[in-house]
């Protein structure tokens, strides 16, 4: 178990240790936490940006019209813009 847990110190996640040892997800994660390591947030996953979002939240678009016309979340919208470094604009007020 301590190669878990220098692994993980390392960088590694829960998930690339579960898939290289033959252990489950809890059992690695209670073994992390009975040694002692603070476990880090888990990472959310973002599909691919699809072509054009950006380009169309920069040339006025809104967050909600982007996510009706790509079939996502607002939510999901928003974390795609942010992840790909955009500056969001402020709410407008009606």
Known sequence: ???LVADYV???TIESLVARH???YRKIR???ID???TLRPQRIQLPPTPPGLV???LDGRTIRQLA???GMSYGQTRNILLAEGVELR???RS
């Open 1 to 3: 178990m301590l190669e």
């Open 10 to 12: 390392a960088g590694e």
């Open 22 to 24: 033959p252990y489950s």
């Open 30 to 32: 209670t073994a992390l």
């Open 35 to 37: 040694a002692g390591v």
């Open 55 to 57: 380009n169309a939240y």
């Open 68 to 70: 009706a016309t790509y």
């Open 90 to 92: 402020r709410r407008r």
